[in-house]
């Protein structure tokens, strides 16, 4: 008898992303999987503008390396991903199909050659559609006619799939409200690479000191961080004005990276020595940058921050993170002073309690002890082993002989 084939997945993706690429190499090499991801556009790999960031960015980390990728052709005239037409690749559903996959696992809707897909896949092939978004409905305005004409294309492009992968609580609570059954959403959690963040710590903490030193931040100063786009949906404004009013006697509050905020932000904090700015920080310097914070906060404001990835990445290097209420990690990884803490999306006053909090709980060294061991222990269950067990457990469902479509 010959030995058992490994199931193929093809995996159809917009570009190559920092945060998949690791758990695409998990897969193949831990995963017991033949993988093939679909991308249909080479954003990322070299150095492009990043319109969030207003700057030309280009990630030093590997992106392909470890598994097997292809590049779909595509129409589209640029190499953007930010909007709907962006992404348009006729060929996309028969290129997938010659590969001849068990399971395609898709990533998002957002784009017209994934809906293409979605509603054409029938046509090339019998394998079984998994689906993974991130989307929720925290903070999501109700009503409208907007509202309602989104709900229907929703739930008919999750109708055209099998099962769901659900990143988190708020994502599970997405797909059930736009009519996924509930024993075909299978959890598979948002993660980054914990090991990356995680490794050597003793060297990240020296670096971090040493950053801190450069940055004219001193030791026993309380540093709370901001890492992403200075845009408005993010509110670093919301932030800066709750620092303001926290009056917290010994802390500093450090930005960093770039956008459109910048400007007034720099305008309206540059008679306050106690707030600074740093400029974008690419991969391999995260781990030193959270490292050196004592809180990392995430004031987002609407539905759009989805996830959250900061803040796992936080965590793995064992830093606690204050979050709005419509950041879709919060529900899954802050507890309230336990991993972090949260606070209603735009209300300063609440922000500033929390920072407060923040402050007090993390000056003791004892609270402070058992907040990272809490910390390391919810985090460790958001890893690449726990999404690829949940992606096989989907699999195994919408293969069985009883579940195929």
């Known amino acids: 008898m010959s030995p058992r084939l490994p199931p193929k997945l093809a995996v159809v993706v917009s570009h190559p992303i920092q945060y998949y690429a690791p758990w695409f190499r998990h897969l193949t090499m831990h995963g017991g999987i033949d993988l093939r991801v679909f991308y249909l556009s080479r954003a990322g790999l070299t150095a492009s503008r990043d319109a969030g960031f207003g700057r030309t960015i280009a990630w030093d980390v590997p992106l392909l390396d470890g598994y097997s990728s292809e590049f779909v052709p595509s129409t589209a005239r640029g190499t953007g991903t930010a909007r709907f037409f962006d992404l348009r690749n006729p060929t996309l559903a028969p290129r997938v199909a010659a590969w001849k996959p068990d399971t395609v696992l898709v990533f998002g809707y957002a784009y017209a050659a994934t809906l293409r897909l979605l509603a054409t896949w029938a046509r090339h092939s019998r394998a079984p559609l998994l689906f993974r978004g991130d989307s929720h409905l925290l903070g999501r305005p109700a009503g409208g006619w907007r509202a309602r004409l989104r709900r229907a294309v929703v739930a008919w492009a999750l109708g055209r799939?099998?099962?769901?992968?659900?990143?988190?609580?708020?994502?599970?609570?997405?797909?059930?409200?736009?009519?996924?059954?509930?024993?075909?959403?299978?959890?598979?959690?948002?993660?980054?690479?914990?090991?990356?963040?995680?490794?050597?710590?003793?060297?990240?903490?020296?670096?971090?000191?040493?950053?801190?030193?450069?940055?004219?931040?001193?030791?026993?100063?309380?540093?709370?961080?901001?890492?992403?786009?200075?845009?408005?949906?993010?509110?670093?404004?919301?932030?800066?004005?709750?620092?303001?009013?926290?009056?917290?006697?010994?802390?500093?509050?450090?930005?960093?990276?770039?956008?459109?905020?910048?400007?007034?932000?720099?305008?309206?904090?540059q008679s306050q020595a106690d707030v600074i700015f740093a400029p974008f920080q690419n991969q391999t310097a995260m781990p030193r940058t959270y490292t050196a914070a004592d809180v990392m906060v995430l004031p987002s404001e609407g539905h759009q921050e989805t996830w959250g990835l900061a803040v796992n990445e936080a965590m793995a290097t064992g830093v606690p993170s204050i979050v709005s209420d419509v950041v879709g990690c919060g529900p899954d990884l802050i507890s309230e002073g336990e991993t972090g803490w949260t606070f209603p999306a735009g209300d300063s006053r609440a922000l500033s309690d929390a920072l407060r909090k923040a402050h007090a709980h993390l000056r003791d060294p004892g609270r402070r002890e058992s907040l990272r061991v809490n910390l390391a222990a919810r985090i460790g269950r958001y890893d690449y082993a726990a999404a690829t067990a949940g992606l096989r457990q989907a699999m195994a469902c919408v293969t069985a002989p009883t579940h195929r479509p």
């Open 161 to 269: 799939c099998s099962a769901f992968l659900a990143t988190g609580r708020a994502n599970r609570d997405f797909f059930l409200a736009h009519g996924a059954p509930p024993e075909r959403i299978f959890h598979a959690p948002h993660c980054v690479d914990n090991a990356r963040f995680a490794a050597k710590p003793a060297l990240t903490k020296a670096a971090a000191s040493e950053w801190r030193r450069a940055l004219g931040v001193a030791d026993d100063r309380f540093l709370v961080l901001f890492a992403g786009k200075l845009e408005p949906k993010k509110r670093p404004d919301l932030l800066l004005a709750a620092f303001r009013a926290a009056e917290l006697p010994d802390a500093t509050l450090l930005f960093v990276g770039h956008g459109t905020l910048e400007p007034s932000l720099r305008a309206a904090a």
